[in-house]
């Protein structure tokens, strides 16, 4: 190659090092930001579910403490309705004991409207005069029960809830309660704790709280809790509302953005781990980047070709700027196509993998939380029915100890002191004796599956029983508790029946509904939460409403997707979703991002790079273009030194580019680069079990735990079979070729064939693996394969052998479109290689002949190699062979310049034969085989005018006579 095209490749390839290497923090920056914009979308939609939740959950605190308060007013306007009705409960410590037991209380006092001290069940060393207890005092004024009041014991450190109620006009009742109870509603309803840490954001997301005073109000790590927020880089500047931010805790960066929340007078912040991100945005921007250097150099290779052989082919005075504009446009859309493609996967597998990471957080932080609410479930449920029961025991014990005092009138007043909605009080025989209204004559059943027949077995000495009637029993739907009465023998005489508002009890529940926690989800890229019935396959929890109690096989959902661990796309309602799936014990639960949101994440992420890709080229396109200019170079180059060594560069780039053809040079280049990534991933899916985390997606998509058919998850995986598969031929075929070379030519010609059978199981092999891969069922394509030959054989045997044979040629690469051939004698250029027939286009006769593959048995392709021609010319007798000779050393060199389609020669091979009238001397020629007619002519004609010009001449035929005599 000439010095100074060498030369100029080596300035573009250095400035190609230098623009990838800006490309880089272009490319890197250009996906931060578009992250970045994804993420603040994300993270603006958890504050705002964050801030629905609290709202939430204050008002589901409320009507807890409306319940709680509710059930502390039923004890103590009981507890006051015993002491207006029974004289005794106010003389004696052993019935305010009783009274004690019966309200499941810590104390029972009485004192006067002064806050004198009277009495109480347990020893108190309180001064109710004080003023912090007049709010007690208010009900001599209201004869209601008052709120409320919650005081702290500093010795025991404990803290007690009073409320207190009219008897009279010198007394009031008081119960004290532990808080406890309360306490733990606050906790588990509406603290920051509870509420944060069940909202937790993907990635390895953090929330937590701050308070106007700037300290922490909630945060997960304890240590961290008790230093101020600037130990991890939190200014209060930072806190402004819905303002974004960067923190650190314990070493591990997080983008957060805060929420001011007013009702809560603090600053909700909301947090994900970017190290993640950036650790596979990194890893795109490496793989694009290389794809993008590639083309790159593959541009500069091109040109430099171009350049070559435009330069060989005249007379070293040209100018190549519009051949090579025109020549450079084609591969620049081949450059795009390559980009737009692998941006494509790399960007879809990245958006897969972020989303496959933060479902997998979610969906185990979710199934955490279900798990424990559970629990809670249990907990609440029996919290309640403890209260109910005793509430039912109350009103047990006070018709037992009075059983005078009962009617009409009575019950209704301990129904008010109850707080419930009726009171029933049945005989032995299961029978309505006396109730607050017209339930007068109701029987119990005797149908054991009738709901009231339960409450016949409290006449069989059960003490209490807590269930529901049916509707029709009463005008609506209930909670009913029920309790023993016995006579003064102790005897069971009956039962009493209360009939409860369920609103209570379900106002409860929904404080810790999965229902409740789910429909507070909002999680990465805008996945949402679901649940499947497991017996029924029927939607227990679905966003949108109108799905609850469906089927979800009617709105796609597979029963192959319905199990522990499916992770991949499903279809609902038309709509797909990449979801994660986890069996709990009632139901599946499902964490589902939109694809929408996911596409549309890709295709920002595609364009960007797409023109970052495409800026790069122009500008590589426009700077080769320039450079190429007038490929001036008269003046004589200078020869290097044989003694002078060349550099790596100069030696590799001789290598690539000397002794071949521009398409040979190409593929090579081209197979190079395909051989690096096919290597690279050879070795990823050798390290699977060793160096991806389990929860990552490469280890994901290596240990095959995607479902098989057609999604990008298989094609990638397609893709590395073949890489692989492409090196193992690779090695296998070199090892035999080093065998081959070895032995004889019987040794030979085995490796060779070996080599052949080797591609031909490969690629049979790896079309058959891959077909599995996307779901095909290849068992039934060789059986329905086989039965389809056996079927079309005996008709259609000449129309399948030259299909196949077609598929050889391609395969094999016997020869090409454009390739020069000859055929039986037939001499053309392959115009079309089809499925059954090739064209041959003959170049001297203009003729087109078809042949059936089949047909091509004797094949000599004419431009694998540069072929040559002899010419042979005759001299005279006369003339001096070293005349002759030392002509052609000068002469022929000059002849070589004339002729522009010469590529080696025209070289002197000697005396050929002797004629009858010449001595005929043997020329050769090498140029391209469709060059070959207008090469020899053209010498031919060069060869005339050299003889002309130093009078040589071409001999006529002579017949020279000897006479004897």
Excluded at 370 to 389: A, H, I
Excluded at 486 to 494: L, Q, T
Excluded at 752 to 769: D, K, P, Q
């Amino acid at each position: 190659m000439p010095k100074f095209i060498k030369k100029r490749g080596i300035i573009l390839s250095i400035a190609a090092v230098i623009v990838l290497a800006a490309l880089y923090y272009v490319l890197f920056l250009s996906q931060i930001f578009l992250t970045d914009s994804s993420y603040s979308k994300d993270l603006t939609s958890k504050l705002d579910s964050t801030e629905k939740a609290l709202s939430e959950s204050m008002e589901l605190l409320e009507e807890s403490y409306e319940s709680y308060d509710k059930i502390s007013w039923s004890k103590v306007k009981m507890a006051a309705y015993y002491a207006k009705n029974d004289d005794s409960i106010l003389l004696g410590r052993r019935s305010m004991n009783k009274l004690l037991t019966i309200l499941d209380v810590d104390n029972v006092i009485v004192i006067d409207s002064k806050g004198n001290y009277i009495t109480s069940a347990n020893p108190v060393d309180i001064d109710f005069t004080a003023p912090v207890f007049d709010p007690l005092r208010e009900t001599f004024e209201t004869h209601e029960p008052t709120e409320g009041l919650y005081l702290t014991d500093t010795e025991a450190e404990e803290s007690y809830i009073y409320n207190a109620m009219y008897v009279s006009d010198d007394a009031e009742i008081l119960i004290v309660q532990n808080s406890k109870e309360l306490d733990e509603l606050n906790r588990n309803s509406s603290s920051w704790e509870n509420i944060l840490s069940r909202n937790t954001y993907g990635l390895n997301g953090i929330n937590f709280s701050i308070g106007t005073d700037y300290k922490f109000l909630y945060f997960p790590d304890d240590k961290i809790f008790e230093k101020s927020p600037s130990y991890i880089g939190i200014s209060q500047k930072d806190l402004q509302s819905d303002n974004q931010f960067v923190c650190n805790v314990n070493g591990i960066e997080y983008m957060c953005k805060s929420r001011y929340i007013e009702a809560e007078e603090a600053y909700v912040v909301c947090g994900i781990d970017i190290n993640n991100v950036l650790r596979n945005i990194s890893i795109s921007v490496i793989i694009i980047l290389f794809i993008i250097g590639s083309c790159i150099f593959l541009q500069i290779l091109y040109a430099m070709m171009i350049m070559r052989e435009e330069y060989e082919e005249h007379d070293k005075i040209i100018s190549v700027r519009g051949f090579l504009a025109q020549k450079m446009w084609g591969l620049f859309l081949l450059c795009m196509c390559l980009i737009l493609i692998f941006s494509y996967f790399i960007q879809t597998l990245f958006t897969l993998s972020i989303q496959l990471l933060a479902s997998r957080q979610e969906i185990s932080h979710l199934e955490t939380i279900l798990s424990e609410n559970t629990l809670d479930n249990f907990r609440v449920s029996d919290d309640y029915d403890k209260r109910l029961t005793r509430i039912a025991m109350i009103a047990a014990d006070f018709i037992n100890n009075n059983p005078s005092k009962i009617n009409k009138t009575s019950l209704k007043e301990m129904k008010e002191a109850l707080n419930v909605e009726h009171i029933l009080i049945y005989d032995s025989s299961g029978t309505v004796t006396l109730s607050d209204s017209s339930y007068k004559g109701l029987t119990l059943s005797r149908d054991p599956d009738n709901s009231s027949y339960n409450f016949r077995r409290l006449l069989g000495g059960i003490p209490f029983y807590l269930g529901g009637l049916d509707p029709e029993y009463l005008e609506n739907p209930y909670v009913y508790v029920g309790a023993t009465l016995v006579d003064e023998n102790g005897d069971v005489s009956g039962l009493v029946q209360l009939a409860c508002e369920p609103e209570t009890y379900y106002s409860a529940l929904y404080i810790t509904q999965d229902s409740n926690i789910l429909s507070t989800f909002n999680g990465t890229n805008d996945s949402f939460a679901f649940t499947v019935n497991k017996e029924t396959l029927n939607f227990d929890y679905y966003p949108e409403e109108s799905y609850l109690g469906k089927p979800a096989v009617d709105y796609g959902l597979e029963e192959i997707e319905l199990r522990d661990g499916y992770s991949g796309y499903i279809t609902i309602d038309n709509e797909k979703y990449y979801s994660e799936c986890r069996e709990c014990e009632n139901y599946y639960l499902f964490v589902a991002a939109p694809m929408y949101r996911l596409h549309s994440l890709c295709f920002k992420r595609i364009l960007v790079t797409a023109l970052i890709a495409m800026v790069s080229f122009l500008i590589f396109c426009t700077a080769i273009i320039l450079s190429s200019g007038n490929i001036n170079s008269h003046l004589p180059e200078v020869p290097e030194t044989s003694g002078k060594k060349k550099t790596f560069i100069g030696r590799g780039m001789d290598k690539l580019i000397e002794n071949s053809s521009a398409e040979e040079r190409i593929e090579k280049y081209i197979f190079f680069i395909y051989m690096i990534i096919c290597i690279s991933v050879t070795v990823l899916m050798a390290l699977k079990g060793h160096t991806y985390d389990e929860a990552s997606i490469m280890s994901y998509l290596l240990n095959q735990k995607w479902d098989k058919g057609t999604n990008i998850f298989a094609v990638i995986y397609c893709f590395f079979i073949i890489c692989r598969t492409s090196i193992i031929t690779v090695v296998i075929s070199a090892i035999l070729k080093i065998m081959g070379n070895t032995f004889d030519q019987r040794g030979e010609t085995v490796c060779r064939m070996l080599r052949s059978f080797v591609s031909y199981i490969a690629v049979l092999g790896t079309i058959f693996i891959c077909l599995g891969k996307l779901g095909v069922q290849t068992g039934t394509l060789l059986a329905s394969a086989g039965i389809l030959t056996a079927v079309i054989g005996f008709g259609a045997q000449k129309l399948i052998a030259d299909v196949l044979e077609g598929l050889f040629i391609v395969f094999e690469g016997i020869f090409q479109v454009g390739d020069m051939v000859k055929v039986d004698g037939y001499r053309g250029i392959i115009k079309e290689i089809g499925i059954r027939t090739t064209t041959i286009f003959d170049l001297d006769h203009n003729n087109t002949r078809i042949y059936n593959n089949t047909q091509l048995v004797s094949v000599e392709n004419l431009s694998k190699d540069i072929s040559f021609c002899d010419v042979v010319i005759g001299t005279e007798y006369g003339d001096s062979i070293e005349k002759l000779e030392a002509v052609f050393d000068t002469e022929l060199p000059l002849i070589k310049e004339k002729i522009a389609t010469l590529v080696e020669g025209p070289f002197y091979m000697g005396v050929d034969t002797f004629e009858n009238s010449s001595v005929n001397l043997r020329f050769r020629l090498y140029c391209n085989e469709e060059d070959m007619t207008p090469t020899r002519r053209a010498f031919n004609r060069e060869i005339k005018l050299m003889f002309d010009r130093y009078g040589i001449n071409v001999p006529f035929p002579q017949i020279v006579l000897n006479q004897r005599y």
